[in-house]
């Protein structure tokens, strides 16, 4: 045996550790932190309403009509990120492409419904009692399907530059965990908001 051998053990490298999921937690934490701001706004929302009851929505009409496209468009955009999710995780990525792209659509879709809405009830946020936590409420989870939106978008312009793939699917399933929170969110907003009244 050689000097060099015995001063260099014969031994296999050490394990490679196992990859940290920074983006996957850095979404969750911010789509926890999201929840946290609608699901408070919808409680101040709630409560301003029982304590207003016969003068909420005074001679205003919230439409049912657009409130349900709006949940059916984010419906479906949950199902297309989740076909995202199950394409890069089996390298098909032109599936993957057509999947992210379909969700962006679909997300800014919402995001004219919602402005449409906006323009079709009448409600006034100086004048209204109801206006303040309406716009609130509907306003946050506005803002948070744009940051879905972008994030959704980055995530695109990052696996059509090859970052993502069926060894590293992390980014594409940080923003799908975002997008189903917020699409999850509208729920309650959904049923509280437009058909409760």
Same mark, same amino acid.
């Given at each position: $045996?050689? #000097?060099? *051998?015995?001063?260099?053990? @014969? *031994? ?5 550790? %196992? &990859? &940290? /999921?920074? =983006? ?7 789509? !926890?932190?999201?929840?946290? =701001?609608? #699901?408070? #706004? ?9 304590? @207003? /009851? ?9 439409? +049912?009509?657009? %409130? @349900?496209?709006? =949940?059916?468009? +984010? ?14 995780? /089996? ?17 800014? !879709?919402?995001? @004219? ?11 006034? =946020?100086?004048?209204?009692? *109801? ?12 803002? $948070? ?8 978008? #980055?995530?695109?312009? &990052? ?7 069926? /060894?590293?699917?992390?980014? +594409? ?14 729920? %309650?907003?959904? +049923? ?6």
């Amino acid at each position: $045996m050689s #000097l060099a *051998e015995r001063l260099i053990p @014969n *031994e296999a490298p050490p394990a490679a550790l %196992p &990859r &940290r /999921r920074q =983006l996957l937690f850095g979404a969750s934490f911010g789509a !926890a932190g999201w929840a946290m =701001l609608i #699901l408070t #706004l919808l409680g101040v929302y709630l409560a301003a309403r029982s304590g @207003n /009851r016969a003068l909420w929505l005074d001679g205003k009409t919230l439409q +049912l009509t657009q %409130p @349900n496209v709006q =949940l059916a468009t +984010l419906i479906m955009s949950s199902f297309t990120i989740q076909w995202a999710v199950y394409s890069i995780a /089996r390298d098909d990525r032109g599936h993957a492409y057509l999947a992210l792209g379909i969700t962006a659509m679909l997300g800014l !879709a919402f995001l @004219n419904q919602t402005w449409f809405l906006y323009s079709q009830t009448g409600i006034r =946020l100086d004048a209204d009692k *109801e206006g303040a936590v309406f716009y609130a409420l509907t306003g946050a989870h506005l803002a $948070m399907v744009g940051c879905g939106v972008i994030f959704v978008a #980055l995530m695109s312009i &990052r696996a059509l530059g090859g970052s993502f793939s069926s /060894r590293y699917p992390d980014g +594409l399933s940080a923003a799908a965990l975002f997008w189903h929170v917020t699409v999850a969110l509208y729920t %309650p907003i959904w +049923l509280a908001v437009y058909i409760m009244k």
